[in-house]
């Protein structure tokens, strides 16, 4: 068994709603210095052996991440 | 500036259905190796120099993790 942290952010093109929407309730919470907040998803997976790091990167692309508007990252924990 | 990723996932002990349905979807679809996924959030924050590792923690717990059914973890990465 094995861990592997899938990490799913917006594009840096796309508009993060989510994110402003972070930025603006810290600044009226009284905590000014974070100037911007981008909000993507992170998935942990377990695996056994075999699955390799190219059904990894399919999974990611195909099912984890919407590649049209989000860049994802695979790092394998353990 | 400085980045700083936070990351929030769910309580071990806390149900994610999200992550079943993805690990049946991945089963359905092929890649069986697949047993187990748990789905979280990740925070990209953009601070400047004011914004020291208390405030980071506070930012964390009060405004983007529910810390009744989340964990979370700051990381600074520049």
């Known amino acids: 068994m094995a861990r592997v942290v899938v990490e799913v952010m917006p ?24 100037s911007d907040v981008r909000q993507g998803k992170r998935f942990e997976l377990e695996i056994d052996g075999s699955v390799d790091d190219a059904e990894l990167e399919k999974i990611a692309e195909s099912l984890l991440a919407n590649t049209v508007i989000e860049d994802w990252k695979v790092v394998r924990v353990q």
Chains 1, 2 share one sequence.
């Open 11 to 34: 594009k840096a093109e796309i508009l993060d709603p989510q994110g402003q929407a972070i930025v603006g309730a810290l600044s009226r919470l009284g905590f000014p210095g974070v």
